[in-house]
């Protein structure tokens, strides 16, 4: 049964960082495309970034880019989201979530078929 398991939320202020983790079990991890979401209270899930099954490539929104990193640990079935500079429109749930298929879209969440069960980030002005 496959399993994603974030950690790493919190209240901080802006300006600060944060790190979350994603674990995940039973799947062969390391062969999938992981990917990060999230959702502010009252609007839809967001994409926040994606992530190769090796590694060597990553893929973020707009919003993000230049303060957030994702990478994984394939050792250690592990997705992390560095999150940096954060702002309090960053205040939201992050989800991680499995990717069915390689393709070139990214963000979409149909693509995506096993979700966490989100860690809340809370970012204070």
């Known amino acids: 049964q496959v399993q994603l398991v974030e950690s790493g939320g919190g209240l901080v202020q802006a300006g600060d960082s944060l790190r979350l983790s994603c674990a995940a079990s039973?799947?062969?991890?390391?062969?999938?495309?992981m990917g990060w979401f999230r959702q502010a209270s009252g609007k839809e899930r967001e994409f926040v970034a994606g992530?190769?099954?090796?590694?060597?490539?990553?893929y973020y929104a707009d919003s993000v880019k230049g303060r957030f990193t994702i990478s994984r640990d394939n050792a250690k079935n592990t997705v992390y989201l560095q999150m940096n500079s954060l702002k309090p429109e960053d205040t939201a749930v992050y989800y991680c979530a499995k990717a069915r298929y390689v393709t070139t879209e990214w963000g979409d969440p149909k693509l995506y078929d096993y979700w966490g069960q989100g860690t809340q980030v809370t970012v204070s002005s």
């Open positions: 039973g799947l062969p991890f390391s062969t999938y495309r």
């Open positions: 992530i190769s099954r090796s590694g060597g490539i990553t």
